[in-house]
């Protein structure tokens, strides 16, 4: 723990100065020498001519997973070689929103998987789960957070970042498992605020769209707080998705069909998120009402090797009253909903699994075997029954 704490104090003092979740192949086996009492000194001219083994290479081996680095190791979130650090340290969960008027925003660029789901008034909203966070100094906008959220950042085992939420939240976090910062009261008036020396308000953005953390103000909060560094064992499952050892094209997948494009304008209308295939780099550009999606701190348009479409039951709230609330609940925990898994241009139909709140989402294909992703980033889409995605190209959706 407290090797972890220099090395993310060390990083970022020294991010301050610069800017002001395969085995081996056995070996060929050797071709053993001819026998002495075998070998003759002339072939017959009559017997056909056999080779002889030895003027035939071997096949080629396959070639060992071996890291670019002493010290590092496959993450489990995007199978990118990161530090034995950094792969023991807990990511964040950070909630984002959707708005026009909210982009573009700091860091979510740097998301290994970002979640995208709904909210009442027909607004989607993100959770961007980020393990690359101990060097950035600016990290929003942040908005406030639902209770289904929890059920996908929980996977994670992530310190969740959130600018408070509504009072349905306040059952589920006062288990005290979930550890949260929030800049006011983290569920609701009436509760009080955790963290709240981890945010900032940024005076060139109008409110709400102005509240952002930083790395150094993350690690202060979760210091007094006593959250720790590293995942905790009793609640972190790292066998989360599989991955492929090379490329996954899903060209002989069942049911495959061809995705230039991800359209999500029916399930969000008011986002109009949209994903465009790009065959030189394969990789999905996100974009938002019409434009790319851009990381404020890079200026680079959000990309994703792999995008998963999750179909989820969803309802209004029924309040004690019996009144019928204007806040959704998503069932989160599931057996038999289905959806679809995109890659390097083709779409196969899939259905998932959650069967507990830290245990993963697992997601299979109708044949029952359990998907394979590609390296690089996930974008997860959870979108309510009777809203349909089309795989179809939309010019007026994807920016010029």
């Not at 029916?266 to 986002?271: G, H």
Request: hydrophobic share 30%; proline share 6%.
């Amino acid at each position: 723990m407290k090797r972890l704490k220099l090395l993310l104090l060390l990083t970022l003092t020294s991010s301050l100065l610069l800017v002001g979740c395969g085995k081996d192949e056995p070996a060929s086996k050797p071709v053993p020498p001819a026998e002495e009492d075998n070998i003759t000194s002339e072939i017959p001219k009559d017997d056909p001519v056999v080779d002889d083994p030895t003027d035939n290479p071997v096949a080629d081996e396959p070639e060992e997973d071996l890291p670019p680095e002493e010290g590092m190791v496959r993450s489990k979130l995007t199978n990118e070689w990161i530090t034995e650090e950094q792969a023991i340290a807990r990511p964040i969960a950070i909630m984002m929103p959707t708005d026009k008027a909210a982009q573009p925003q700091n860091g979510i660029g740097q998301a290994d998987i970002l979640y995208e789901c709904m909210e009442e008034g027909g607004i989607s909203r993100q959770l961007a789960v980020i393990d690359g966070w101990q060097s950035l100094d600016k990290i929003g906008n942040i908005r406030s957070c639902r209770d289904y959220y929890f059920y996908m950042a929980c996977e994670w085992d992530p310190i969740l970042i959130h600018v408070g939420g509504v009072y349905y939240m306040q059952d589920r976090l006062s288990l005290g498992d979930i550890q949260n910062l929030s800049e006011n009261a983290e569920a609701g008036a009436g509760s009080s605020s955790k963290g709240t020396v981890a945010f900032f308000r940024d005076k060139s953005r109008k409110s709400p769209h102005n509240c952002y953390v930083s790395a150094e103000g993350i690690l202060t909060a979760m210091d007094r707080l006593d959250y720790p560094l590293e995942h905790r064992e009793e609640y972190y499952e790292p066998d989360h998705f599989q991955f492929a050892e090379d490329t996954n094209t899903l060209e002989d997948a069942p049911d495959v069909m061809d995705a230039p494009a991800i359209d999500l304008s029916d399930p969000y209308p008011y986002s109009e998120s949209y994903l465009e295939y790009n065959e030189e780099d394969g990789l999905y550009y996100k974009y938002l009402h019409g434009e790319a999606q851009i990381d404020a701190t890079t200026g680079e348009q959000l990309t994703f090797a792999n995008v998963i479409i999750q179909t989820t039951y969803s309802e209004k709230r029924i309040d004690g009253d019996g009144s019928v609330s204007k806040y959704l609940a998503f069932k989160m925990h599931d057996t038999t909903r289905t959806g679809y898994f995109v890659t390097q241009g083709k779409a196969i139909p899939v259905r998932w699994e959650k069967t507990t709140d830290y245990g993963a989402t697992r997601y299979y294909d109708m044949d029952g075997n359990e998907i394979v992703l590609n390296t690089g980033k996930t974008y997860i889409a959870i979108i309510q029954e009777e809203k349909y995605p089309s795989f179809e190209i939309n010019e007026s959706l994807a920016s010029n």
